[in-house]
Each structure stands twice: as structure tokens, then as C-alpha cells.
């Protein structure tokens, strides 16, 4: 049985619980609706023109706190080699906000 806990308006995080009848477990779990971000990611994305420059401080990507601790805890975030390769990874274009490699 899924029982719907709460939603987060700002960050889009769902919270569920789940029970186990056959385990007797209780799981709980959350989901993020990354679409909202997508878009405005795409948004700002779209916003480069041909001449805007890399520099300090250049914004190149957004993403949901619930992924950065996924990162952060993978290790990703401390490695600056990790971190670039998964910014330019294909797969996690929907959280670029300026082109080029990272």
C-alpha cells in the first residue's frame, strides 16, 4: 500500500511511504518532478548567443538539492574531473544552462 506524505511547493519533492504486507517493511521514498526546472534551464539556455563568453562566475547549470546530495555523496561534487565529465555527459543536458564544455 502507497500513501501520498507531502509535496514541497518550492522544490517539487514528493515524499511517499510505502508498506510491505509480505515483509512487514515500511519504505519511504521521494520523488522530484524535474520538469519545471528543465524548462527554465532550456529557457536560459536558449538565451546564448553566438559570442557570450566562459568566465567567473558563468552560471552553466541548475539542478534539485536532492540531486546535488546524490552527487555530494557519490563523491562528485569534491572532484572537479567527476564533476566536469557528468555536466558534459549527453544524458544530463536538461540541467545545462550555457553551452560548451565544462
Do not use: C
Not at 512487514?24 to 528543465?38: N, S
Not at 568566465?55 to 555530494?72: F, R, T
Request: no cysteine; proline share 7%; hydrophobic share 35%.
Amino acid at each position: 500500500m502507497r500513501r501520498f506524505i507531502d509535496r514541497d511547493p518550492l522544490t517539487g519533492t514528493e515524499h511517499w511511504v510505502d508498506y510491505d504486507d509480505s515483509e512487514d517493511v515500511f519504505r519511504f521514498t521521494q520523488a522530484v518532478d524535474h520538469q519545471p526546472l528543465a524548462d527554465v534551464n532550456r529557457e536560459q539556455f536558449n538565451m546564448y548567443e553566438p559570442g557570450d563568453r566562459w568566465g567567473l562566475g558563468q552560471k552553466v547549470a541548475s539542478i534539485p538539492m536532492p540531486l546535488w546530495h546524490l552527487l555530494k555523496s557519490l563523491g562528485i561534487l569534491d572532484d572537479k574531473k567527476k564533476l566536469a565529465a557528468w555536466l558534459n555527459d549527453p544524458s544530463h543536458a536538461h540541467f545545462r544552462t550555457f553551452p560548451g564544455r565544462v
